[in-house]
Nanobody, 122 residues
Framework: QVQLVESGGGLVQPGGSLRLSCAAS????????IAWFRQGPGKEREAISY???????YYGEALKGRAITSRDNAKNTVYLQIHSLKPEDTAVYYC????????????????WGQGTQVTVSS
C-alpha cells in the first residue's frame, strides 16, 4: 500500500519560508486526497490543509493565510508552502491520507507519514 514520506523541514529564522513535500511510495497519489497536520510539543494536533485528487484545496485555522498546498501528480508528491514562519509554528508536520469521516480536519486517517520537524528560531 501507499506510504507517505514528508521532507523539507528544518531550522528556519522567523519570517522565513519552507516548502514541505509529501511523497508517495508503493502507490500513486493520483486518486488520493491528502491532508496536512502539525503538532507542536505539548499541543494538540492542528489541521492545516486538505487537497483533493481533483486539486480542490481547503484550509484549517493553523497557518491560515500563510500556507498553500498543491500537488504534482507527475512527481507523485503533495506540497505545503509555508510563509512568514513564526516561533509558534515550531512543530512536527505530517501528511495523511485515507480519511474516515465527513470533516477532513477532524477525521481519522489510516495513512500517515513519519513527519518532518520544522523549527522556527532566531
Amino acid at each position: 500500500q501507499v506510504q507517505l514520506v514528508e521532507s523539507g523541514g528544518g531550522l528556519v529564522q522567523p519570517g522565513g519560508s519552507l516548502r514541505l513535500s509529501c511523497a508517495a511510495s508503493g502507490g500513486s497519489l493520483e486518486y488520493v486526497d491528502i491532508a496536512w497536520f502539525r503538532q507542536g510539543p505539548g499541543k494538540e494536533r492542528e489541521a492545516i490543509s486538505y487537497i483533493t485528487a481533483r486539486f480542490l484545496t481547503y484550509y484549517g485555522e493553523a497557518l491560515k493565510g500563510r500556507a498553500i498546498t498543491s500537488r504534482d501528480n507527475a512527481k507523485n508528491t503533495v506540497y505545503l508552502q509555508i510563509h512568514s514562519l513564526k516561533p509558534e509554528d515550531t512543530a512536527v508536520y505530517y501528511c495523511a491520507a485515507e480519511s474516515y469521516g465527513s470533516s477532513w480536519w477532524e477525521a481519522k486517517y489510516s495513512r500517515w507519514g513519519q513527519g518532518t520537524q520544522v523549527t522556527v528560531s532566531s
